[in-house]
C-alpha cells in the first residue's frame, strides 16, 4: 500500500506534499501503525530501503519550511516538530530526533500558557495539539527518547486539564472557534467531537491519572496504566471541575445539575415557581436593584432607567396566535415596564413539561473572555457556551468549511463572524432594529449585510482579523473596547438552576442585537423571551426591546450546515445594558 502510495505521489510534488503539517500528521501516524504493529518486538526493527527512503522524504519536507511553520503560531510548529522526531525516531538518527524534540518543546512553551491556555482559541484544535503531544510523547518512550522537555510535558497536562474542563462528561466538546475536525491517532473512534479518548490519553502520559474515561478502548489497545513502564493509573482524578476558572483567553462557570438545586417554591435559588412566568423574583429584582444603586451602575441618562421587559407580570394565557404573528414566532416589541399589550402581542409561555428525573451531571459554561494575544479565528469576544450535563443549550455556530462548496461562499464571512456567536453585534449609526413587518413564516429568515451588525474587528483575509479590540478581566466576566470605540462587558452569575448574564455596552454604535443561538427544540417566543423543554430565557433592558425567533444556521461537524433556533434582542441606541436569566429545568 505504501508502495502505491508513493508511486502515485512523487516526493514534493502535488497536493499531498503542499502542506508541511500534512506530511507531519502523515509521518506520526505511520509511526503510530509501526508501533501497533510491531509492539511484541525487541529490539524495534529497522525500517526497510523503501520506508526509509519514505521517512527521509518527509523529513526533507519538514526541514524546508521550518521557519513557516514557527510563524504561524497555531497547530503547525508543534505537528512538524513532532513529524521531524518521529521521522529521526524512526530512522534511527538521533541529531535528526533530538532537533524535532526541541523544536517541540519550544513551540510548547511558547504556545501552551502554563494554565492550559492554546494559542488557538478552539476546543477542537486544542485537542489536536494534545494529541501530537501525546503521540510524541508515547513514540520517544517507545524509542528510548527522552522526547518533549520537562516543561513541555508539564504544559501539555495543563493543556489537557483545560480541555477536560471544556468538555461534557462524555466527552462531548463544544465547538468554540475555528476547527477541521482533525482527530489524530483516535484510536477509541471516538470522533472528532469527542475528546474522551485524547484525554484519558493524556491524562495517563502526562499525569499518570485517569481522566473518568478508564474502559478507553484507544489507551488499552496502547496498553496505557496497564504496562509499557507506565505501570497502573494512580488513584485519583487526573484533573478538576472548580466552579469558576480562567486559563488564557477563557473563563468557565459550573451549576448544579438536573434537580439538584430546587428551593422550596420549587424552582431554583432566586426565581419564582412556574406560575410566575419563570423569570426573576420580585425580591432577587429588588436585591439587584439595590446592588445597582450601591456599586452606582446607570444609564446613558445617568439615571437606572425601567427595564425593558417586566419582570413581575404574571403570562399572558390567551390563545395562540394566528402562524406569522409576533406572538407566534415573530417578533415581539415591548415598551419598558409591559408585558401583555405589546404592539404586537405576547404570549404566553407553554405549559411546563413534567420535571425529568434528577441528573447530578452539573451545568456548565465556558465564556470567550481575550485578551487576543495570538491572532483570533473568529471574531467570537464574550461568546458564551451554556451546556445541561451533556446538552449544548447555548452554542456556537461552528465553522462551516475552509474551502465551500459551489453556491455556499456566504459561508466564510458568517460562521467566524460576531453574528454566529452568542454575543453582542453593534449595528452602525443609522441602524436601528429589523423591520417592524412581521415575518411570514412560524420563523423569521437569516440576516446578512449591516442588518446583522459589524464584526469585533475588521476582516483582512480567510484567517486573518486586523484592529483587535483591548479586553480585561472583570469579576465573573469580562470587557472589550473595539477599534470604532464601542464597549461591551458581560458578566455571568450563577445561583442554583439560575444562569444570569448581564450586558453592558456604550460607544457610538446605531444599536445592538443581543443572539442566542439555541438547542434545537420546541421554543416558542414569550413577552420576554423564549420558553421551551429545555430552558427559559427572560430578557430586560433600559431600552424598549424587540424580540426575534429567526432561523439560523449551525455547523454541527465540518463541511455540514443545518437549520437552528436563533433568539435575537434588538435595542437602539442610547441601550446601556442587558439582562438575560436563563432558567434551566
Known amino acids: 500500500m505504501l508502495a502505491d502510495w508513493s508511486a502515485a505521489n512523487p516526493a514534493f510534488l502535488g497536493p499531498n506534499w503542499a502542506c508541511g503539517q500534512e506530511a507531519a500528521l502523515r509521518v506520526l501516524h505511520l509511526a503510530l501503525a509501526l508501533a501497533l504493529l ?68 519550544r513551540a510548547a512553551r511558547r504556545l501552551i500558557a502554563p494554565d492550559g491556555g492554546f494559542a488557538q482559541p478552539s476546543a477542537g484544535y486544542a485537542r489536536l495539539a494534545l494529541d501530537v503531544l501525546s503521540l510524541a510523547a508515547l513514540l520517544a518512550g517507545r524509542h528510548g527518547h527522552p522526547g518533549p522537555d520537562g516543561t513541555a510535558r508539564a504544559r501539555a497536562a495543563a493543556l489537557a486539564g483545560w480541555l477536560h474542563r471544556c468538555t461534557a462528561p462524555d466527552g462531548s466538546m463544544p465547538r468554540l472557534g475555528h476547527c477541521d475536525d482533525s482527530a489524530l491517532a483516535d484510536l477509541s473512534l471516538a470522533g472528532p467531537g469527542n475528546a474522551s479518548g485524547s484525554l484519558q ?24 496504566g496497564l504496562g509499557l513502564g507506565l505501570g497502573p493509573a494512580a488513584p485519583g482524578p487526573a484533573f478538576d471541575r472548580p466552579a469558576a476558572w480562567r486559563a488564557m483567553g477563557w473563563a468557565g462557570f459550573r451549576g448544579p445539575g438536573r434537580g439538584m438545586a430546587r428551593d422550596r417554591a420549587g424552582g431554583p435559588a432566586g426565581m419564582a415557581p412556574e406560575g410566575g412566568a419563570g423569570v426573576e423574583s420580585r425580591a432577587a429584582t429588588e436585591a439587584r436593584a439595590r446592588e445597582g444603586r450601591a456599586d452606582g451602575r446607570r444609564g446613558e441618562g445617568g439615571a437606572v432607567r425601567a427595564a425593558g421587559v417586566a419582570v413581575d407580570a404574571a403570562p399572558d394565557r390567551r390563545p395562540d396566535p394566528p402562524r406569522g404573528s409576533a406572538a407566534s414566532g415573530g417578533a415581539s416589541t415591548c415598551a419598558p415596564g ?132 483591548r479586553c480585561r478581566a472583570l469579576p465573573g466576566g ?22 444570569n448574564v448581564e450586558d453592558r455596552v456604550g460607544g457610538p454604535f446605531g444599536g445592538a442585537i443581543l443572539r442566542w443561538r439555541l438547542a434545537p427544540s420546541d421554543w416558542q417566543l414569550t413577552g420576554n423571551g423564549v420558553a421551551g423543554p429545555l430552558a427559559r430565557l427572560s430578557l430586560e433592558s433600559d431600552a424598549p426591546l424587540r424580540l426575534v425567533l429567526r432561523q439560523g444556521v449551525e455547523s454541527p461537524r465540518y463541511g455540514h450546515v443545518s437549520p437552528v433556533p436563533v433568539l435575537e434582542a434588538w435595542a437602539a441606541a442610547p441601550v446601556s445594558w442587558f439582562r438575560t436569566v436563563i432558567r434551566l429545568p
Open 201 to 224: 490519553r493524556a491524562a495517563l502520559l502526562f499525569r499518570g491519572r485517569c481522566a473518568g474515561f478508564p474502559e478507553d478502548p484507544g489507551c488499552r489497545w496502547l496498553g496505557l
Open 478 to 499: 469580562a470587557a472589550y473596547r473595539d477599534a470604532r470605540g464601542n464597549r461591551h462587558a458581560r458578566t455571568v452569575a450563577v445561583a442554583g438552576r439560575c444562569w
Open 338 to 469: 409591559r408585558v401583555s399589550g405589546c404592539a404586537s402581542g405576547s404570549a404566553g409561555a407553554p405549559d411546563p413539561a413534567p420535571d425529568p428525573a434528577p441528573d447530578p451531571t452539573p451545568a456548565w459554561a465556558v465564556l470567550r473572555t481575550g485578551p487576543l494575544r495570538f491572532r483570533p479565528g473568529h471574531a467570537d469576544l464574550l461568546h458564551l457556551d451554556l451546556w445541561d450535563g451533556t446538552l449544548n443549550l447555548l452554542r456556537d455556530a461552528g465553522t462551516g468549511s475552509y474551502n465551500p462548496p459551489a453556491g455556499s461562499g456566504w459561508w466564510s464571512d458568517h460562521f467566524p463572524g460576531t453574528a454566529a456567536h452568542n454575543t453582542i453585534c453593534f449595528l452602525p449609526a443609522g441602524v436601528a432594529g429589523p423591520s417592524p413587518a412581521p415575518p411570514s413564516g412560524p420563523m423569521a429568515g437569516p440576516m446578512a449585510g449591516p442588518m446583522a451588525g459589524m464584526d469585533q474587528m475588521p476582516r483582512l483575509s480567510r484567517f486573518l482579523f486586523a484592529r483587535w479590540p
Open 38 to 105: 510491531e509492539a511484541g518486538h525487541a529490539p524495534i526493527p529497522a525500517p526497510t530501503p523503501a520506508m526509509r527512503a519514505l521517512l527521509g522524504h518527509h523529513a526533507a519536507r519538514l526541514l524546508a519550511t521550518a521557519a513557516y511553520a514557527e510563524a504561524q503560531d497555531n497547530n503547525h510548529p508543534l505537528s512538524e516538530a513532532a513529524g521531524l522526531l518521529a521521522c529521526g525516531l524512526l530512522l534511527r538518527e538521533p541529531g535528526l530526533a533530538d532537533r524535532g524534540a526541541r523544536r517541540l518543546s
